[in-house]
Each structure stands twice: as C-alpha cells, then as structure tokens.
C-alpha cells in the first residue's frame, strides 16, 4: 500500500498566493467595510427568507424511501466497521480505517455534504438509527426529561471533547482511543434514549445539532411531508436558508466552540505556537495544547458576546447575540472549508484504499488496497486561493445575512448602528483567519 500520512487536523499556510499575508488580510477587511456600506446604501428590506423557499423542482419519489434506508443501513454498517477497527485493527494511523474516516469522511466530508445537499445526517447518522431502534424497545415513562438535556448545553460536550482530541491531546488519531471514545459517547446517547427517548437524546448530539446549521447554507429544501402531498424539492439560491436559522444560547455555543476550535487548528500552526510547544511530548504537550485551545476559544467567543452586548444596548433586544448567530455559520463553514480543503481532496484518498483493509489485515475487498494516492490533484496555487476565498466569502455572507436580519427587525439606522459592533468583529476575524492561514 502506497504510503500515506493521516493527520489529526487540516493543512494550512501560504500556498503560491501572488500577495503577501498582511495584504491578503487587509484586503479582505476592506472588502468587508465596501460590502456593509454597500448594504447600508442599497438593501433597504429583507429579501432572504423569501429567496429561500426556492423553486420546486420535483417531488420526492414514493420509492425514495427504499433507497434512504439503504444508505442508512450502509452508514451503520460502516459505522460497526469503524468501531471494530478502533479496538482489534492495527494501532497506527497509516493502515487502520477509524482515523481517516473520523477525522476526514465524517467530520470534514459530512460538513461538506450538507452544504450541498441539505440534511442528509439526520436521514444518514448511525445514532439516528440506533436511537429510533432503542425507541421501539424502551418503555414509556412520564418522567420528564431534565434541564440540562432540554436546554441543548450538553450538546457542547461532544463538540468540545472532539476538539480536544483532534488538536490538543498528544495521541487524539490512535485508533484505540477513536474506538473508545465513539464506543463511550453512542452508549451514553443510547442510555438518554433508553431514559427519555430518541427525540430528547438528539438534543445531546452536537454532531447533529452542527451539521443541520450546515444544511441550512444548502441550495436544496425539502418541503415537509403535508396530508395527501407529495413532498417537494425546492431550489434556491445557495446560503440564503441560514436567514430561517433561529439559534438558542446552546446552539450558539456549539458554533462558536466549532469556529473557536478551527482558529486553534490555525493558530496551532504558526512560528510563535512552535516556539511554545517545541520539545514538549506526551501530556506536557497535550497540557500547552489544551491552554491554547481553550484560550482561542475563548478569544472568539468573548469578541462574539461583547458585540451582541454592544449591539443589545442600541436596540433594547435582550436576545441580540442569539438573534445574530445564524450569521455565523457561514463564516464557520468558511474557515473550516480553508483549512481542510487540501485534506479532504489528497488524504481524503486514503479512504478508498483503507476500506479495502478496513484493519491492516493485508486484506483486499475492493481491489483498492494498492491504489496509488495523487498528491496533484490539486495544484498548491489553488489551494491557496481556495483558503483565502472561502475565509473572505464567508464572511461577506455572513455581512449580508446580519445585515438582512437587522433590517428585519429594526429599522433601518438602528439596524445600520447595531451591526456596527458586529462589523468589528468580523474584520478582527477575517484579519485573524487569513494572518493565520497565510501566514
């Protein structure tokens, strides 16, 4: 087998761009203030929840159903392998299947897909399948479910220690410890469903809650299923549904520690961190690792809340931090759509090869166990570019759906003078971003 090199977390730094750093960042800041202004100027009503009831295109095939369960009972399957390989295949990063597959086809390929196709995580997720499963052997029970499962928080959980895992802990890709770890957590969501059941056990999965904030960016909705109706699949604009993304304090949570945990990957890779870390092994590093992910976190988590602060007090809205979250998700899938790009399209490869061997057997299901990896596909100038466009694109996005959501909801100079503090973090973000990626 060709030989490969699974990492934990994505591939990033200056890659053939024609502009140093510092005129990339600045470049995309003033892009940032043109396009507000430009707004301010020119969008005078909300035009984004109609743009994104799109145009049908076709009804749902009755047979569809067929083929949904198919493809679930392929992601469980797959799944099954995953965990097994975790605990009896071999306990490398280079021949077992767990790392790739976690740390690429799951979190990277799976975020990807949603923005193209919509929901799909929720018709394909192995613990939607185990979950409604269980559902059908527990008994009902009155008891309500408590607070800290309603209210969404302990979603964070997942997302949190996922993180931890992927850029801090010294041996996150071991396949061991990825067995365990997706070992633990489905047990634990199954024991909430076999408690309370499926519908309040998927409030604790931060995976899901993460993916459907991606789906709303997609170009395809689905009407929901109406009485004597086929459903309907609508097309529209792409990224225009997050303007129907109403964000709770959880889910805000779970974005911002996403988009916190993807600045870290960024920041993790600079002279001045390397500086920190270097000679450190084993727990000293994972110790240094966790400080800085916690303080990045931190970082953008507490810029986000200091302009919903500001912005509350121009407008009186005590729910403006949440009210504006769903201007986030763009930018989110922006960063992590630089950074991982290069990993999903050349190390991504490796899934093709892996599965073939799924446990370093020396087995050869599919016949692809020698299939060479292409390092090319992908040219280092289109990479780069790739970087710096999706961080400054999802930001500009992101301009647009606060922008739309202000005017909204205030009227038009309130609404020009609450996004203010928002604007200010926005460019302290694309700067931070694209100093981080160019770099």
Same mark, same amino acid.
């Given at each position: 087998?060709?030989?490969? *090199?699974?990492?934990?977390?994505?591939?990033?730094?200056?890659?053939?761009?024609?502009?140093?750093?510092?005129?990339?960042?600045?470049?995309?800041?003033?892009?940032?203030?043109?396009?507000?202004?430009?707004?301010?100027?020119?969008?005078?009503?909300?035009?984004?929840?109609?743009?994104?009831?799109?145009?049908?295109?076709?009804?749902?095939?009755?047979?569809?159903?067929?083929?949904?369960?198919?493809?679930?009972?392929?992601?469980?399957?797959?799944? *099954?392998?995953?965990?097994?390989?975790?605990?009896?295949?071999?306990?490398?990063?280079?021949?077992?299947?767990?790392?790739?597959?976690?740390?690429?086809?799951?979190?990277?390929?799976?975020?990807?897909?949603?923005?193209?196709?919509?929901?799909?995580?929720?018709?394909?997720?192995?613990?939607?399948?185990?979950?409604?499963?269980?559902?059908?052997?527990?008994?009902?029970?009155?008891?309500?479910?408590?607070?800290?499962?309603?209210?969404?928080?302990?979603?964070?959980?997942?997302?949190?220690?996922?993180?931890?895992?992927?850029?801090?802990?010294?041996?996150?890709?071991?396949?061991?410890?990825?067995?365990?770890?997706? *070992?633990?957590?489905?047990?634990?969501?199954?024991?909430?469903?076999?408690?309370?059941?499926?519908?309040? +056990?998927?409030?604790?999965?931060?995976?899901?809650?993460?993916?459907?904030?991606?789906?709303?960016?997609?170009?395809?909705?689905?009407?929901?299923?109406?009485?004597?109706?086929?459903?309907?699949?609508?097309?529209?604009?792409?990224?225009?549904?997050?303007?129907?993304?109403?964000?709770?304090?959880?889910?805000?949570?779970?974005?911002?520690?996403?988009? &916190?945990?993807? +600045?870290?990957?960024?920041?993790?890779?600079?002279?001045?961190?390397?500086?920190?870390?270097?000679?450190?092994?084993?727990?000293?590093?994972?110790?240094?690792?966790?400080?800085?992910?916690?303080?990045?976190?931190?970082?953008?988590?507490?810029?986000?809340? *200091?302009?919903?602060?500001?912005?509350?007090?121009?407008?009186?809205?005590?729910?403006?931090?949440?009210?504006?979250?769903?201007?986030?998700?763009?930018?989110?899938?922006?960063?992590?759509?630089?950074?991982?790009?290069?990993?999903?399209?050349?190390?991504?490869?490796?899934?093709?090869?892996?599965?073939?061997?799924?446990?370093?057997?020396?087995?050869?299901?599919?016949?692809? +166990?020698?299939?060479?990896?292409?390092?090319?596909?992908?040219?280092?100038?289109?990479?780069?570019?790739?970087?710096?466009?999706?961080?400054?694109?999802?930001?500009?996005? &992101?301009?647009?759906?606060?922008?739309?959501?202000?005017?909204?909801?205030?009227?038009?100079?309130?609404?020009?003078?609450?996004?203010?503090?928002?604007?200010?973090?926005?460019?302290?973000?694309?700067?931070?971003?694209?100093?981080?990626?160019?770099?």
């Amino acid at each position: 087998m060709t030989e490969l *090199l699974i990492l934990a977390h994505g591939v990033g730094g200056r890659l053939d761009l024609p502009l140093s750093e510092w005129q990339v960042a600045w470049a995309g800041a003033v892009a940032l203030v043109f396009s507000f202004a430009a707004l301010g100027y020119f969008w005078h009503k909300p035009l984004l929840k109609k743009l994104s009831l799109g145009r049908p295109i076709l009804n749902v095939p009755s047979g569809s159903n067929l083929f949904k369960l198919l493809f679930r009972y392929i992601s469980l399957f797959l799944f *099954l392998v995953v965990v097994i390989a975790g605990f009896i295949g071999q306990d490398n990063t280079v021949a077992n299947l767990a790392p790739v597959t976690v740390f690429v086809v799951f979190w990277i390929g799976m975020a990807c897909a949603s923005v193209l196709f919509g929901h799909i995580w929720r018709e394909i997720s192995p613990w939607e399948t185990l979950g409604k499963f269980v559902d059908q052997f527990r008994k009902e029970d009155n008891e309500p479910a408590p607070r800290w499962l309603t209210s969404g928080w302990v979603a964070l959980v997942p997302i949190s220690i996922f993180h931890w895992f992927e850029l801090a802990y010294h041996d996150g890709a071991s396949p061991r410890i990825l067995g365990w770890w997706t *070992l633990i957590y489905t047990i634990g969501l199954m024991g909430i469903t076999w408690k309370w059941g499926w519908a309040e +056990a998927r409030k604790a999965e931060g995976f899901g809650i993460l993916f459907a904030a991606f789906a709303e960016l997609s170009p395809f909705r689905v009407k929901e299923t109406e009485v004597n109706h086929p459903r309907k699949v609508f097309i529209r604009a792409p990224f225009v549904g997050v303007s129907n993304y109403e964000t709770s304090p959880a889910q805000l949570a779970v974005v911002l520690a996403a988009l &916190g945990g993807t +600045a870290f990957d960024g920041f993790s890779r600079t002279r001045f961190w390397g500086e920190i870390i270097f000679g450190r092994s084993k727990w000293e590093l994972t110790f240094f690792n966790t400080i800085g992910l916690v303080w990045i976190v931190a970082l953008v988590g507490v810029a986000y809340h *200091l302009a919903g602060k500001l912005g509350s007090r121009t407008t009186g809205d005590s729910i403006f931090s949440e009210r504006f979250g769903a201007s986030l998700v763009p930018i989110l899938f922006g960063y992590d759509l630089a950074h991982y790009f290069s990993l999903l399209l050349l190390e991504g490869q490796a899934f093709k090869v892996l599965i073939s061997d799924p446990f370093g057997k020396g087995w050869d299901i599919f016949g692809t +166990a020698t299939d060479p990896i292409n390092w090319t596909l992908v040219s280092s100038g289109v990479i780069g570019w790739v970087q710096v466009l999706s961080i400054v694109g999802g930001h500009l996005v &992101g301009v647009l759906v606060s922008h739309d959501r202000g005017i909204e909801k205030f009227e038009l100079k309130k609404a020009m003078r609450s996004q203010y503090p928002m604007l200010a973090v926005m460019v302290l973000y694309t700067l931070f971003g694209l100093v981080l990626m160019t770099g």
